[in-house]
Each structure stands twice: as structure tokens, then as C-alpha cells.
């Protein structure tokens, strides 16, 4: 008998799935890297890269995925794309922070979330370089390793430490250039640590105040934008909407690893304590009115 769709059964299921994956994975992922830089190509951009590794990681994680749940479907950013008809979508980044892995710094992580009736319901990101993993599980909270995990109180702008990211695309990168140097004034300081993932699990855990970046894709986001919002953080869009998944739907429409289109999904996050959201929204707004 299948298990019923939102039951706390279910959810245990999906985490230990991706967690046991994202560990395993990342493991793999890390011990490769200490060997050899891998093989890399190309993708939207001279400077958007996808690595054999992210290849490899994919198609192994779908793989696991499917042969334990085969009637679940996929979306993931080197292009799985399987329509499924159990009402769980997993939506898979292989390695976030291809950059960073491709060099060699640390800050690229396995990403994996479930979403249960089109919104994430189980979010868990692998750090392998730190050997730490976040989780969350909607409803239920969020954890680095066994311990729960909270955002920040931070309710001074002048007082928060900012992450964003950049894209690829080189007139985005002017926009969202103008908007750092309109804000950088304003707040602590600025982080740019390549991979929008593990940012958000940085919200959860208080590493980062506050966190905002345009042009992301729903795997960059599923599951650190759950760990984010059960840590206590306010997860929206520029305009101060909540982040939603739902218009992703069909799922499998989505061209194979191209981020959906403007009408399903804005590709804009900004994650902050509540006491200071609006704030950041403000000072977004005022850096650059439609940029960013
Ligand atoms: C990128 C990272 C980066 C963010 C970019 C993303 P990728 O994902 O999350 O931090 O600034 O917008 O595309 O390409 O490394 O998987
Ligand atoms: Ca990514």
C-alpha cells in the first residue's frame, strides 16, 4: 500500500532518502575533487560550466531515486525531467557551486528536496568540505547534523551581513553589480560565496542575516529555501511574495536543465528574519527599482 500523500510517515521516508543520497554523493563528489580536477564544458555562458561530476551525480541520484520510488517525478539542472504520478517531484542541484568545485575552494553542495503537491516538503543540502548536512522538513523545523538550526534576530540593516549571487549572463551581472554597490554602503558587509544552497542554509544557521539574489532556478532553491523558512526566516520574492513552486506545474514541461519560464517562476529570493525583510526589500527596491 502507498504511503498517503503529507503523512509524517511519508515525510521520514523522502528525508532519510535524500539524506542518505546527498551524504553519499557528496562523499563521492568530494573524494574525486581531492584526485583530479574533473572535465568540464560550457553551458548558457562562456563562464557557466557544468562538470563531468555533475553529470555523474544526477543521473546516479535519479537513478537511486527512481529505483526506490518509480512513480515519483524528477526535475534536476543537468536536464532529468521525468513526469511522475505519485504527487512527489524531487528537484535535484548535483553539485551547486559548480564554480567553486571546479576550482577547488570549498562551498559547492548536493542538493535535494521533495515536493509534496508542488511545494517543498523535505530540503536537504550536503556540505561535503565541512562535512555537515541541513535538513528540514516542512512543519517540522530544520537541523545542521542532529541539531536544530535557527536565523538570525538581526532587525538593523546598517547591522546584517549580506549574501547575494550572481549569474552568468553578462547584462545581468551589470545589474546585479549596481544593486552591491547601492547597498554595500548600507549593511555590515557582503558575502559572494557561490552557491546560492548552502546561502540559504546559511540564513538557517545564522552565518548569513539576510541573503537576496535574482536569476535562480527552483533547484538552487527547493531545499535551502526550506531550510531557510524552518529555521524562522521569511523566504519571498522581490515583491514580498512568498517563494512558490506551485506554478511550476506541469513540471515535466520544463525544457531539460532550462530554468522555467518568467510566468511559472520568478527566479527571485530574498531570505531575512522577518524583523528585518521589509527593510531589505526597501534598500533592493531603492538600489535598483527593476534590477537586480
Ligand atoms: C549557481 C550558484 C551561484 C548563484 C548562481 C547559480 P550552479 O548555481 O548557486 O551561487 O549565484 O545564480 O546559478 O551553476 O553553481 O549550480
Ligand atoms: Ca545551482
Known sequence: MSTPLGSTELYGELL????????????????????????????????DMVTEMDEWAEAYIVDRLLDDRPADGMIGEEGANVTGTSGVTWCIDPI????????????????????????????????????????AVRGHGAWRDNEPIRASSCADMALALVGTGFGYAPSRRAEQGAVVAALLPRVRDIRRMGGAALDLCSIGASRLDAFYERGL????????????REAGA????????????????????????????PEAWSGEVVAAPAALHDALLDALRDAAPRAG
Open 234 to 261: 521569511r523566504v519571498t520574492d522581490f515583491a514580498g511574495n512568498a517563494v512558490s513552486f506551485r506554478r511550476l506545474a506541469p513540471l515535466g514541461s520544463a525544457t531539460a536543465g532550462d530554468p522555467p519560464p
Open 96 to 135: 551547486d557551486g559548480t564554480t567553486n568545485y571546479l576550482y577547488g575552494h570549498p562551498g559547492y553542495s548536493v542538493s535535494i528536496a521533495a515536493l509534496v503537491d508542488g511545494e517543498p516538503a523535505v530540503g536537504v543540502v550536503a556540505d561535503p568540505e565541512l562535512d555537515q548536512l541541513y535538513s
Open 217 to 228: 532556478a527552483p533547484w538552487d532553491v527547493a531545499a535551502g529555501g526550506l531550510i531557510a
Open 16 to 47: 532519510r532518502l535524500a539524506i542518505d543520497l546527498a551524504r553519499e554523493v557528496g562523499m563521492h563528489l568530494r573524494d574525486a575533487r581531492r584526485q583530479a580536477a574533473p572535465g568540464a564544458r560550457t553551458k548558457s555562458t562562456a563562464t
